[in-house]
């Protein structure tokens, strides 16, 4: 079964600073998708990012990308300039190919933006 | 905003009851997944429905059921209710081909059973 863990249940940065949230999953599949959700305190989640496994590429946007390592079943993200929106609920989610929208998610990660 | 919403944002229901949960996806949508969100936890994946019929369920009995409809809309049903279904339910909503599909949240309905 696959599994997504999530070892930082709160983080905290600096309004303008970076910071890098952490997730690691099990899977014995070669090809799966990861994605890193944001849930406000509106509660609506919103995707952030999302990765292919088949790609070596890290993806990346705007102030937010990934450091995606395979072999060791790593996806952690990295917010530069880190903003008063950027304060929600993260969580890293896991889906296998072709299985439509079964996604398995972590625990989630509260970053705090101070200002 | 993601263009899926969800009735009702609060509901309160009692052990033993019945409860439906609604889901109005994007139009064009065909695929429409629900989720159980407990406290201080991640999404759980209840099931999926692809073109009105089921294609995919987690770890979940039966008492918990879904339709899906022609007008994008769907709903989750969970009978016999027990304290621990307590929870904020998430539906989402996908046009689903082959590959990548991005999935659009509601923003759910905190269901309480006392």
């Known amino acids: 079964a696959q599994t997504v863990t999530q070892s930082q249940p709160e983080m905290s940065v600096q309004e303008a600073e970076t910071v890098t949230l952490s997730c690691t999953y099990d899977?014995?599949?070669?090809?799966?998708?990861l994605f890193w959700y944001k849930q406000p305190p509106s509660r609506q989640m919103i995707l952030v990012i999302r990765?292919?496994?088949?790609?070596?590429q890290n993806a990346t946007e705007n102030r937010f990308s990934v450091n995606f390592q395979k072999a060791a079943k790593s996806f952690s993200l990295k917010i530069s300039d880190s903003q008063l929106g950027d304060a929600a609920m993260y969580f890293c989610?896991?889906?296998?190919?072709?299985?439509?929208?079964?996604?398995?998610f972590g625990t989630g990660t509260s970053l705090t933006v101070i200002p | 905003e993601t263009g899926v919403t969800q009735s009702p944002t609060h509901l309160i229901k009692t052990r033993g009851q019945q409860v439906t949960l609604r889901c109005s996806s994007q139009s064009g949508h065909n695929t429409v997944s629900w989720y159980q969100q407990a406290l201080g936890q991640g999404p759980q994946f209840i099931f999926q429905?692809?073109?009105?019929?089921?294609?995919g369920r987690g770890n979940f009995p039966p008492r918990f059921s879904g339709l899906q409809f022609p007008n994008y809309s769907s709903e989750l049903n969970v009978n016999a209710l027990e304290l621990d279904d307590s929870a904020l339910y998430l539906c989402?909503?996908?046009?689903?081909?082959?590959?990548?599909?991005?999935?659009?949240f509601g923003p759910g309905t905190r269901l309480t059973v006392l």
């Open positions: 990765q292919e496994a088949y790609k070596q």
């Open positions: 989402a909503s996908s046009f689903w081909v082959a590959g990548v599909n991005e999935q659009f």
């Open positions: 989610a896991y889906r296998r190919t072709n299985t439509g929208n079964q996604f398995y």
């Open positions: 899977t014995s599949e070669s090809d799966y998708y």
């Open positions: 429905y692809y073109r009105e019929e089921e294609n």
